[in-house]
């Protein structure tokens, strides 16, 4: 079952993953920002169970 909110989450948690991703490719990665970013990522993630 795919509704706007979940299609919503989706995308969210897709743009959290490429944050991640870039910031972890930075020549000096700002690990408290990471750590920030998995923290969204994860409650999107639980949100997209839950729902």
Same mark, same amino acid.
């Given at each position: 079952?795919?509704?706007a909110?979940? *299609?919503? +989450?989706? @995308? ?6 490429q &944050?991640?991703?870039? !910031? ?6 700002? *690990?408290? +920002?990471? @750590? ?6 994860? &409650?999107?993630?639980? !949100?997209?169970?839950?729902g």
């Open positions: 079952m795919h509704t909110h979940f *299609s919503a +989450l989706t @995308a969210k948690h897709a743009v959290l993953d &944050r991640i991703a870039s !910031e972890s490719q930075r020549p000096n990665p700002d *690990s408290m +920002l990471i @750590a920030q970013l998995k923290k969204q990522k994860l &409650r999107v993630k639980e !949100e997209m169970a839950a």
